[in-house]
């Protein structure tokens, strides 16, 4: 079978123009997956890099664990009295200076004034009961009380529960209650030193 | 069949057409996971560098502290919140307060079995035993043992107090104070290397230079002697 051959000069430009064209398309093609080639590997090459920079530093930490891990007994005794002197902390902070609230309480008593009940409910609140010699001790008593009331320096919510004649002895009786304003027990230091 | 085969003009399709194919494929299921992979290993690595770093300086820290004068702290510090109940102490301690101040003992209750939860105001977190004490004296003696409770080296906290003279003609106060003795029990391992040191604290310092300052009761007034050297004699 005879086979149309197109020999002019110009016909045989252009196949030789497409043929370039496609010589080029294929390299180029089998240039990007060698490129892959080269980046898929690059990067396994650089994942295995990391990863054996992690297990060297994981070494590292072991052994560096197991020299800290020798000095176990100290960092036990640190952190023990870390634990206990933040519970110390809470409990100072926490507590009520009783004893600085009775002595401004009796502070700001008089001759007259025989405190024969004290209590303290452990929310604050003192409750204060006696027997008034007069009426007019009992009310410097309370003035004195309300002043520090209005000073709001000692303290606050002061109320009178009772206060009546006594049956059994001479004079009057009262109640009192008040609210401290709060004394934390940060003075117990300075307290310790006169014992 | 094949006569119109030809391998070069196949080769020109199908190769870019693989290429296309493959270079579309590498992206979701290699490029990305291994960059992911890497990223990951990069923050591994950048985590494992900075607790390398914060187990070197925790072990200088660590060679810098004297065990010896830290040990003599704790020692301190476990007077004042032992890790126990330690009654038999807190016995001797309330007993000698009570003696100082000049009140007299009525009675003492004590739960030995019982365990505050640390669900009062006062304590804020951790274990207290908690007990209670009749004493009687005047008012000026009661000041007295509350400042003593309040200072002495085994912290005591006093909840509540309720005292009367009732219609005694001495006029001494009968208190029944409701008091609590805070204790902190330790865990059995306390080194832990993953963990980094507790900072130091200026206002923990000011905390133990204050237990230093306490005054220890718990120690027994006066040990006299009992007994007989020799019971057969």
Redesign the interface.
């Known amino acids: 079978m005879a086979r149309d051959l197109n020999l002019l000069p110009e016909t045989l430009g252009q196949e030789t123009k497409a043929e370039e064209k496609?010589k080029f398309?294929?390299l180029?093609?089998?240039g990007?997956?060698l490129l892959?080639g080269v980046?898929?590997l690059f990067?396994?090459a650089?994942?295995m890099m990391?990863?054996n920079?992690?297990a060297n530093?994981?070494t590292?930490?072991d052994t560096?664990?197991k020299?800290?891990?020798e000095?176990?007994?100290?960092?036990?005794?640190?952190?023990?009295?870390?634990?206990?002197?933040?519970?110390?902390?809470?409990?100072?902070n926490?507590?009520i200076?009783?004893?600085k609230v009775?002595?401004d309480l009796?502070g700001l008593t008089n001759k007259d004034i025989?405190?024969?009940?004290?209590?303290?409910?452990?929310?604050s609140l003192f409750v204060v009961?006696g027997l008034a010699a007069s009426s007019q001790g009992f009310n410097d008593f309370l003035t004195n009380l309300l002043s520090k009331e209005t000073e709001n320096n000692l303290f606050k919510n002061i109320t009178l529960k009772s206060f009546s004649k006594s049956s059994?002895k001479d004079g009057y009786r009262f109640s009192l209650s008040m609210i401290p304003i709060v004394v934390k027990?940060a003075s117990?230091?300075a307290?310790?030193?006169s014992? | 069949m094949f006569k119109n085969f030809n391998l070069a003009k196949i080769?020109?399709v199908f190769?870019?057409t693989?290429?296309?194919i493959?270079?579309f494929l590498?992206v979701p299921f290699?490029?990305i996971p291994?960059?992911q992979?890497?990223g990951n290993?990069?923050k591994?690595?950048a985590e494992?560098?900075d607790?390398?770093n914060q187990?070197?300086s925790?072990?200088k820290k660590?060679?810098e502290?004297s065990?010896t004068e830290?040990?003599g702290?704790?020692v301190k510090?476990?007077v004042?919140?032992p890790s126990n109940k330690d009654i038999p102490s807190l016995i001797v301690g309330v007993k000698r307060m009570v003696q100082e101040s000049g009140m007299s003992l009525e009675s003492m209750q004590l739960n030995v079995g019982q365990v505050s939860a640390s669900s009062?105001?006062?304590?804020?977190?951790?274990s207290s035993f908690d007990f209670k004490v009749t004493l009687k004296g005047s008012?000026?003696q009661?000041?007295?043992f509350?400042?003593?409770?309040?200072?002495a080296k085994r912290?005591f906290?006093?909840?509540?107090?309720?005292?009367?003279?009732?219609?005694t003609s001495d006029?001494l106060?009968t208190?029944t104070l409701?008091m609590s003795a805070?204790y902190?029990s330790?865990p059995e391992?306390?080194?832990?290397?993953?963990l980094p040191?507790?900072q130091n604290n200026s206002?923990?310092d000011k905390?133990?230079?204050?237990?230093e300052?306490?005054?220890n009761y718990t120690l027994p007034v006066n040990p006299s002697q009992t007994g007989k050297d020799n019971p057969f004699e």
């Open positions: 496609k398309s294929t180029l093609s089998l990007v997956l892959a980046g898929v990067l396994f650089f994942q990391k990863r920079e992690l530093i994981n590292s930490l560096k664990a020299s800290v891990g000095l176990n007994e100290v960092e036990g005794t640190v952190r023990a009295l870390d634990i206990k002197l933040n519970r110390l902390s809470q409990v100072f926490s507590s200076d009783n004893s009775l002595q009796t025989t405190v024969t009940d004290v209590s303290f409910n452990g929310n009961g059994d027990n117990a230091s307290k310790a030193v014992f | 080769s020109y190769i870019p693989i290429t296309i493959v270079v590498l290699i490029f291994f960059w992979k890497i290993l990069n591994d690595i494992g560098n607790r390398y187990m070197v925790k072990e660590l060679k502290i065990a830290e040990r702290k704790l510090v476990t004042a919140l009062t105001a006062m304590v804020m977190s951790g008012l000026e009661l000041q007295g509350l400042n003593k409770a309040q200072s912290v906290i006093v909840k509540s107090f309720d005292g009367t003279s009732g219609n006029n106060l208190v409701s805070p902190e330790l391992s306390m080194g832990d290397a993953s040191l507790p206002a923990l905390v133990f230079s204050k237990v300052k306490l005054v």
